[in-house]
């Protein structure tokens, strides 16, 4: 089945305590983007990536780290969490078509809490 | 002035009913359109593209309006299974790289 894996769907952390979040495609998707939702501000974009080893920042980038090492894997690392990164992280990924009006799709969400 | 803007409704309207919405967007330089819905607690997923010369998909049509630069979804004869959130989203450029999604438009269809 087509699909985009995310890991952890829930994680509870720490403040300070560095973690991972595992994003996985398996349609061969050439972009990938993390984004966070949070209630009345919408999805923004943390970062894509148009290919391996190509990535850029989207809107709110700081306190977050990526890595495009495999076409089928973008994982989002927070080195030092803090409480204002409580949310609710997804993965998505697309094909580059010609047009670009394939979209994006999403994983099932990863929800996160910094305590 | 924000990318994407949406009336973040909520629109309630009962079954049968045609609904619009309208998203306006700040770039002239957007390339691609979308609508996404999104059910609650579960994430997004591609209703439609939206091309220049408009696009039916069933009962949904959308069309573009680059002049005036703003999107519109209509929803012809309303199911309860279309309540949902409707996210309007733009990219900016040829790629997918930038994409910015408004806020969302919340629909309850009621029998």
């Known amino acids: 089945e087509a699909q985009v894996t995310q890991n952890p769907r829930y994680l509870i952390t720490v403040t300070g305590k560095k973690l991972t979040v595992t994003c996985s495609q398996n349609?061969?998707?050439?972009?990938m983007s993390w984004y966070r939702q949070d209630p009345g501000l919408g999805l923004r974009q943390i970062y894509y990536?148009?290919?391996?080893?190509?990535?850029d920042k989207g809107d709110v980038p700081e306190g977050y780290k990526v890595s495009r090492k495999e076409k089928r894997n973008f994982p989002l690392i927070l080195e030092s969490p803090s409480p204002n990164q409580t949310s609710l992280y997804s993965c998505?990924?697309?094909?580059?078509?010609?047009?670009?009006?394939?979209?994006?799709?999403f994983g099932s969400g990863t929800r996160l809490t910094v305590v | 002035r924000k990318e994407v803007e949406q009336d973040p409704g909520p629109f309630n309207v009962p079954e049968g009913a045609t609904v619009a919405f309208n998203c306006t967007y700040s770039?002239?330089?957007?390339?691609?359109f979308f609508w996404y819905r999104q059910d609650c607690r579960k994430e997004p997923k591609l209703l439609m593209s939206?091309?220049?010369s408009g696009n039916e998909d069933g009962r949904f049509t959308a069309q573009l309006n680059r002049a005036s630069q703003y999107i519109s979804l209509l929803i012809r004869d309303s199911k309860l299974s279309d309540s949902a959130t409707y996210l309007c989203?733009?990219?900016?450029?040829?790629?997918?790289?930038?994409?910015?999604f408004g806020r969302g438009t919340q629909l309850t269809v009621w029998p």
């Open positions: 998505a990924s697309s094909f580059r078509g010609s047009g670009a009006n394939y979209g994006y799709t």
């Open positions: 349609m061969n998707h050439e972009y």
């Open positions: 990536s148009m290919n391996v080893e190509v990535t």
């Open positions: 770039n002239s330089a957007s390339q691609s």
């Open positions: 939206v091309y220049s």
């Open positions: 989203v733009v990219n900016r450029g040829s790629t997918l790289g930038r994409l910015y």
